[in-house]
């Protein structure tokens, strides 16, 4: 069956660092455009970032930007989210999300509703 999985997740300090992995089974994450979400507590499910098949484009959510970076291994059926300069704000479950087009449509590609899979989520905890 298609599957993702997030790992990664864990409780870290405000100023630090954490890499989160998004693994596809059942299905060629090759083809497909991949996001990562996050949602906290008594929050909406938010867009932080998308990334197209052949990684040729990326986006950001504005709160993120300069602060974590998405990438892909698709020799690998990965997907990576690495955060930086971690802030409380940051706090909540990450999930990745997948569709299969190969580009991305700036403004769409961070909807919840433009993704076919989704994983379970990663828990992401920072406080001091």
């Known amino acids: 069956q298609a599957q993702l999985v997030e790992s990664g997740g864990d409780l870290v300090q405000p100023g630090g660092s954490l890499r989160l992995s998004c693994a596809a089974s059942?299905?060629?994450?090759?083809?497909?455009?991949v996001a990562w979400f996050r949602q906290a507590p008594g929050k909406e499910r938010e867009g932080i970032s998308c990334i197209d098949s052949r990684s040729e484009s990326t986006y950001f959510r504005e709160s993120v930007k300069g602060r974590f970076a998405i990438s892909r291994d698709n020799a690998k059926n990965m997907v990576y989210l690495q955060m930086n300069t971690l802030k409380p704000e940051d706090t909540a479950v990450y999930y990745c999300?997948?569709?299969?087009?190969?580009?991305?449509?700036?403004?769409?590609?961070?909807?919840?509703?433009?993704?076919?899979?989704w994983g379970q989520g990663t828990q992401v905890t920072v406080s001091s």
């Open positions: 059942g299905f060629a994450l090759d083809t497909h455009s």
């Open positions: 999300a997948a569709r299969p087009r190969n580009t991305l449509i700036n403004g769409i590609c961070l909807s919840t509703g433009w993704y076919a899979y």
